[in-house]
């Protein structure tokens, strides 16, 4: 569910999306959400719960931007892909999504050039391989441990 919010109090959003995966796209409009919504107390929860969430997202990531720095921020985020998208193969974990450098950085609202840096890092310190262009972890323990030593900023 997206766009709730918007839905709900007539904004347009200035948001684009694309799937990462073959998606079905279900629309609604304002007033049968609203009609929703009034008929069925479980709708309204499940609104305010998913706006929630978001809220509490958002509110962790500008926590986690403000704190940390570029290289845990790269780590951090082949750590969570590897969790969502990842299959155990030959002892590594291939990331079974085509991540580029320039998605990388505008997830994480890093330069690109410093993303670059930062992968080429990971290579020479065999944390990460590309196998036919997915990222693969070579060692999740050892990305999880070099996580932990790039620590927050200030450290």
Not at 14 to 39: D, G
Not at 80 to 85: D, K, M, R, Y
Not at 113 to 139: A, H, P
Request: charged residues 20%; proline residues 1%; glycine residues 4%.
């Amino acid at each position: 569910m997206f766009l709730e919010s918007n839905l709900l109090l007539n904004h347009p959003s200035a948001v684009y999306f694309q799937t990462l995966l073959p998606s079905e796209l279900i629309r609604i409009t304002q007033a049968n959400l609203s009609k929703a919504m009034a008929a069925d107390y479980e709708i309204t929860l499940d609104i305010v719960g998913s706006i929630s969430h978001k809220y509490y997202s958002a509110m962790d990531q500008v926590r986690e931007n403000y704190n940390h720095n570029a290289t845990w921020k790269v780590y951090n985020m082949l750590l969570i892909l590897a969790e969502n998208f990842g299959t155990c193969r030959d002892n590594r974990i291939m990331i079974n999504l085509k991540v580029s450098q320039q998605m990388l950085s505008n997830l994480l609202g890093i330069n690109r050039i410093t993303t670059v840096k930062i992968i080429k890092e990971m290579k020479d310190l065999e944390l990460i391989e590309q196998v036919n262009g997915f990222y693969c972890i070579r060692d999740i323990k050892k990305l999880r441990h070099y996580k932990q030593l790039a620590g927050a900023v200030g450290e």
